[in-house]
């Protein structure tokens, strides 16, 4: 059995519980009603930030955790690795509590996991405002009509009830706000996929590991190509690492994220888990197990291919999973993939951010998306504000965002600087008596609220970018393609946002998206999508696809089969003109296909996107 970094904690009981707060600790009677103004729930980076955030404007906020310690994600999954987003001039687009903590931490990207939870710590307990309660489980919401006005949490096995008329759920799931009854999706379902999430990872720590030796191997003697390097941080190793062999099917070993701790050790985030479902406690735990079963095969792979690592030995894994997603919630407004590629500024933006879209994958059979790389995209209010239930916000990789743009907003900057929005949020509405809706709804409250938030620190500053690709004839099409996700993988746009659109496209990826499509968008014509395979499995391969092959699939998918004997020997223009004349082929790509000896990808965008629209008829 491998050694387990689990940070200990004091356990107190009585019947008065002690929090910690302002560095003292203050008893609440837990007989009597206590209200605060904010309850924040989860310490998470996110929730820690909300809290913060309140308490510079006046509020009197509870912060609990689970855990004996804050940071969640970072601290108890160990991720220990910042996905950064910069604008086009290179500024720091998360400001506010996030560099405060950045800047904490020596502006590292890879930086040491428990000099990040005594940081947290120290930033937390820095204001009086803040009453902190650690070992503190939700258990459910309490609840008046569809407001939610506090919390039911259990504490060292006893129920305690907390009072607050503004609640910030910063859990990792959404918990409160699934309680309380927002409505949400789960994973890929937004895009067709039941039941496929990103997959989750074990994070471990390695010890003896050279690291002056692997800075040479890869700076100096350029021995292992695509990798990086500095004093911290390295990635990369993915040439070496595919030839990896799992011994379990439901694992794979990617490219390396190595960050280096100030003992020397280095943790390691890598090891794919497939078929975790992160609200399932017994998925999550055999998930776990099976990860570490496989270690000793990976420490032994590393020894023998990685110069640098002859000498490694174990010394630990994550206390908790690293789980990317689990649910969406709906909000008054739900962030796109498009909103986020296509560089989108709203007027109620509360967060910019610029990471790609960087999608893992979701089961053995698939392999990441890089969807595209803004240049800035903004995050509106509205996505932090869920549906059907008031006096809540919703901060984390659980707000609204669809699962792929959530590819780029799960990332813990952007999260941090839109928990500092939600903390000034909160109190704003309640200084000035107004629901979340009746803020989102106002303008000039969200420009009082931007203005706060700026004068905290926060980067807000709107921004028009100019997107090429949106003066593209096929760009309909392309967006469509993007919203249900129907790049295969090796195939999507990259971080140049290549859409490749005048360039010939073959077999593989005409069909994967119209049959793609189809079992996604369309369940119920699946058998189209049967019969087309049935038919023209030989077309279906890497090389450029044929006029007349592509337009004889098109029609079939729209349920019009012209028959072997009557249709086969039917030369392309004619089968193009039937599909133009029935509304499957749009007079653009039309006019298009006419005018080029081939399909093109745009050709392909648009075909699927009308041939969605003429199947919905």
Same mark, same amino acid.
Request: overall charge positive.
């Given at each position: 059995?491998?050694?387990?970094?689990?940070?200990?904690?004091?356990?107190?009981?009585?019947?008065?519980?002690?929090?910690?707060?302002?560095?003292?600790?203050?008893?609440?009677?837990?007989?009597?009603?206590?209200?605060?103004?904010?309850?924040?729930?989860?310490?998470?980076?996110?929730?820690?930030?909300?809290?913060?955030?309140?308490?510079?404007?006046?509020?009197?906020?509870?912060?609990?955790?689970?855990?004996?310690?804050?940071?969640?994600?970072?601290?108890?999954?160990?991720?220990?690795?910042?996905?950064?987003?910069?604008?086009?001039?290179?500024?720091?687009?998360?400001?506010?509590?996030?560099?405060?903590?950045?800047?904490?931490?020596?502006?590292?990207?890879?930086?040491?996991?428990?000099?990040?939870?005594?940081?947290?710590?120290?930033?937390?307990?820095?204001?009086?405002?803040?009453?902190?309660?650690?070992?503190?489980?939700?258990?459910?919401?309490?609840?008046?009509?569809?407001?939610?006005?506090?919390?039911?949490?259990?504490?060292?096995?006893?129920?305690?009830?907390?009072?607050?008329?503004?609640?910030?759920?910063?859990?990792?799931?959404?918990?409160?706000?699934?309680?309380?009854?927002?409505?949400?999706?789960?994973?890929?379902?937004?895009?067709?996929?039941?039941?496929?999430?990103?997959?989750?990872?074990?994070?471990?720590?390695?010890?003896?590991?050279?690291?002056?030796?692997?800075?040479?191997?890869?700076?100096?003697?350029?021995? #292992?190509?695509?990798?990086?390097?500095?004093?911290?941080?390295?990635?990369?190793?993915?040439?070496?690492?595919?030839?990896?062999?799992?011994?379990?099917?439901?694992?794979?070993?990617?490219?390396?994220?190595?960050?280096?701790?100030?003992?020397?050790?280095?943790?390691?985030?890598?090891?794919?888990?497939?078929?975790?479902?992160?609200?399932?406690?017994?998925?999550?735990?055999?998930?776990?197990?099976?990860?570490?079963?496989?270690?000793?095969?990976?420490?032994?792979?590393?020894? =023998?291919?990685?110069?640098?690592?002859?000498?490694?030995?174990?010394?630990?894994?994550?206390?908790?999973?690293?789980?990317?997603?689990?649910?969406?919630?709906?909000?008054?407004?739900?962030?796109?993939?498009?909103?986020?590629?296509?560089?989108?500024?709203?007027?109620?933006?509360?967060?910019?951010?610029?990471?790609?879209?960087?999608?893992?994958?979701?089961?053995?059979?698939?392999?990441?998306?890089?969807?595209?790389?803004?240049?800035?995209?903004?995050?509106?209010?509205?996505?932090?504000?869920?549906?059907?239930?008031?006096?809540?916000?919703?901060?984390?990789?659980?707000?609204?965002?669809?699962?792929?743009?959530?590819?780029?907003?799960?990332?813990?900057?952007?999260?941090?600087?839109?928990?500092?929005?939600?903390?000034?949020?909160?109190?704003?509405?309640?200084?000035?008596?107004?629901?979340?809706?009746?803020?989102?709804?106002?303008?000039?409250?969200? =420009?009082?609220?931007?203005?706060?938030?700026?004068?905290?620190?926060?980067?807000?500053?709107?921004?028009?970018?100019?997107?090429?690709?949106? %003066?593209?004839?096929?760009?309909?099409?392309?967006?469509?393609?993007?919203?249900?996700?129907?790049?295969?993988?090796?195939?999507?746009?990259?971080?140049?946002?290549?859409?490749?659109?005048?360039?010939?496209?073959?077999?593989?990826?005409?069909?994967?998206?119209?049959?793609?499509?189809?079992?996604?968008?369309?369940?119920?014509?699946?058998?189209?999508?049967?019969?087309?395979?049935?038919?023209?499995?030989?077309?279906?391969? =890497?090389?450029?696809?044929?006029?007349?092959?592509?337009?004889?699939?098109?029609?079939?998918?729209?349920?019009?089969?012209?028959?072997?004997?009557?249709?086969?020997?039917?030369?392309?223009?004619?089968?193009?003109?039937?599909?133009?004349? %029935?509304? #499957?082929?749009?007079?653009?790509?039309?006019?298009?296909?006419?005018?080029?000896?081939?399909?093109?990808?745009?050709?392909?965008?648009?075909?699927?996107?009308?041939?969605?629209?003429?199947?919905?008829?």
């Amino acid at each position: 059995m491998y050694r387990k970094i689990i940070i200990g904690g004091v356990f107190i009981f009585s019947l008065i519980f002690s929090l910690v707060g302002c560095g003292n600790v203050i008893n609440i009677n837990v007989f009597k009603r206590e209200k605060f103004d904010i309850i924040v729930v989860g310490g998470e980076p996110e929730g820690i930030a909300s809290a913060i955030s309140a308490a510079k404007n006046g509020a009197k906020v509870l912060l609990i955790d689970k855990h004996d310690g804050l940071g969640g994600l970072i601290t108890y999954g160990m991720l220990n690795s910042f996905d950064m987003s910069y604008g086009p001039d290179g500024i720091l687009l998360t400001q506010g509590t996030f560099k405060e903590f950045f800047e904490g931490i020596g502006s590292k990207y890879s930086f040491d996991v428990e000099k990040a939870k005594r940081l947290f710590m120290e930033m937390v307990k820095r204001s009086p405002n803040i009453i902190l309660s650690l070992n503190t489980d939700f258990a459910k919401p309490i609840m008046e009509g569809n407001k939610i006005i506090g919390i039911v949490a259990v504490k060292y096995g006893k129920e305690v009830k907390y009072y607050g008329k503004r609640i910030i759920d910063a859990t990792q799931d959404a918990d409160v706000a699934a309680s309380a009854g927002v409505p949400y999706t789960v994973g890929a379902e937004d895009i067709g996929l039941k039941n496929e999430f990103q997959a989750a990872t074990l994070i471990f720590k390695l010890k003896g590991l050279d690291w002056d030796i692997l800075k040479k191997i890869i700076n100096v003697e350029k021995k #292992i190509s695509h990798s990086y390097i500095n004093d911290t941080s390295a990635w990369g190793f993915l040439k070496i690492t595919k030839c990896y062999k799992p011994h379990e099917p439901l694992l794979r070993l990617r490219g390396l994220n190595l960050g280096r701790q100030e003992d020397g050790t280095v943790l390691v985030n890598a090891l794919l888990i497939f078929g975790v479902n992160g609200l399932d406690k017994k998925s999550v735990e055999e998930g776990k197990q099976r990860a570490e079963k496989e270690l000793p095969y990976i420490i032994d792979f590393f020894r =023998k291919n990685i110069p640098g690592f002859e000498k490694i030995e174990l010394d630990g894994i994550a206390p908790e999973l690293y789980i990317r997603e689990t649910r969406h919630i709906n909000g008054l407004y739900t962030l796109g993939i498009n909103d986020v590629i296509f560089n989108k500024d709203f007027e109620d933006r509360i967060a910019i951010g610029s990471y790609p879209i960087d999608i893992q994958p979701t089961s053995p059979h698939s392999y990441g998306h890089i969807y595209g790389s803004p240049i800035e995209y903004s995050i509106p209010f509205r996505c932090i504000v869920p549906q059907k239930v008031e006096n809540l916000l919703v901060v984390g990789r659980a707000a609204s965002y669809s699962h792929l743009a959530s590819g780029s907003a799960r990332t813990i900057p952007i999260g941090m600087a839109v928990g500092d929005a939600a903390g000034v949020a909160a109190v704003y509405s309640l200084k000035n008596n107004l629901t979340f809706k009746e803020v989102a709804e106002n303008i000039k409250d969200i =420009k009082n609220i931007q203005e706060i938030l700026i004068k905290q620190g926060a980067y807000l500053k709107p921004f028009k970018i100019d997107n090429e690709a949106e %003066k593209h004839w096929s760009i309909e099409g392309l967006k469509f393609v993007l919203r249900w996700g129907l790049f295969p993988s090796g195939f999507n746009p990259g971080y140049d946002n290549n859409y490749r659109f005048e360039e010939p496209i073959n077999g593989y990826v005409y069909n994967y998206m119209l049959s793609n499509m189809i079992l996604r968008a369309i369940p119920s014509k699946k058998e189209n999508v049967i019969n087309v395979e049935n038919r023209f499995k030989r077309q279906l391969n =890497k090389m450029p696809i044929n006029k007349l092959d592509a337009i004889k699939i098109l029609l079939l998918y729209a349920g019009i089969d012209i028959g072997r004997g009557k249709g086969e020997d039917a030369n392309w223009e004619h089968l193009l003109n039937i599909s133009f004349e %029935k509304g #499957i082929i749009s007079r653009n790509a039309y006019n298009h296909i006419k005018g080029n000896d081939f399909i093109s990808w745009a050709d392909t965008y648009d075909m699927t996107h009308s041939l969605y629209l003429y199947l919905n008829k």
